[in-house]
């Protein structure tokens, strides 16, 4: 009831009530169901679920709140007959089925159509193949949403709204879905993502992270998984710092020559589109291992 009120002035307020309507990615995902929130909307009545889906379905008309509303609809209350939850997957299909419309620039329509033909052939690795870290609700929530997708036909704002998902991805996924995040970015819609940050860092000088003063939600925020940290520990010279480069270079092994001229091409394109000291940790990752990486297909 105070949700409705006020919510442009209760954003606490409201997200922490969508909190609680929303079951536990992580548990969705390791167990395939969440007991604890089962239970709990067990003690309420059909009329009363009702109730919960159209305040659901209130909120996915505010665009605010459209993206976690829609997650609490199709997560927690898809098993109930209404309107909220049929909008519900109605917003979600038009985010997955998506096609960009024509592109006037040359220059970026090149690109993207280099990127779609050098991703083409890349292979989805599976619905459990896509969480890359055992910390917390985050990685099992973009594993979970990101799950049977194709990565051609994906919204930008899908993208924009997950946009922390490259670094939570299992080696597989993410460069499955690099090419949405890579057009998306050329198309200046990619939001928050950041691909040329997970196509360089680690391939620049960079102050060395200490492992040792880290705590649980602070790996959870690395994006490795427990054995990614096991088998960096072990590659690095020092004890207690984690070696980057090694990291990204065991993240980008995977890719094909054609891949890798579309990433060198891509961040040839962005390094003339973007800032000084930007372009500067771009052209550094291009000569220390990208334009060399090509001999090794």
């Known amino acids: 009831m105070l949700s409705l009120d006020e919510p442009p002035e209760a954003w606490e307020l409201v997200s922490g009530t969508l909190s609680v309507l929303t079951p536990s990615f992580r548990r969705l995902h390791d167990f395939g ?6 239970y709990q909307t ?21 665009p605010e709140w459209e993206f976690r509303s829609a997650k609490a609809l199709k997560f927690g209350w898809n098993k109930i007959d209404h309107a909220a939850v049929r909008q519900c997957g109605e917003f979600y299909d038009g985010l997955r089925h998506y096609a960009h419309p024509p592109i006037e620039d040359d220059e970026p329509r090149h690109l993207i159509e280099m990127i779609r033909d050098a991703f083409h052939e890349r292979l989805y690795p599976g619905d459990d193949q896509l969480c890359g870290s055992d910390y917390g609700d985050e990685p099992a929530e973009y594993a979970l949403e990101f ?10 704002r899908f993208l924009s709204y997950h946009s922390a998902a490259l670094s939570f991805f299992t080696d597989a996924a993410f460069a499955y879905f690099l090419p949405a995040f890579l057009i998306a970015d050329v198309l200046g819609e990619a939001g928050n993502a950041d691909p040329v940050f997970h196509l360089t860092h680690g391939l620049y000088e960079e102050p060395a992270f200490e492992l040792t003063s880290l705590n649980p939600e602070v790996l959870q925020a690395s994006g490795l998984a427990s054995e990614e940290l096991e088998w960096l520990q072990e590659s690095i010279q020092q004890p207690g710092t984690m070696d980057w480069q090694a990291y990204a270079l065991r993240r980008f092994a995977g890719f094909r020559p054609p891949e890798r001229h579309a990433i060198i091409r891509y961040l040839e394109y962005r390094a003339a ?8 940790k771009i052209n550094a990752g291009l000569d220390s291992y990208w334009r060399s990486s090509l001999s090794q297909g």
């Open 273 to 280: 589109h973007t800032w000084e000291f930007v372009a500067e």
């Open 42 to 62: 067990s003690l309420i009545t059909p009329e009363q679920r009702a109730v919960v889906c159209s305040f659901l379905g209130w909120l996915l008309a505010a």
């Open 33 to 38: 169901r969440d007991k604890r929130f089962e």
């Open 147 to 156: 799950r049977g997708l194709d990565w051609r036909t994906l919204h930008p």
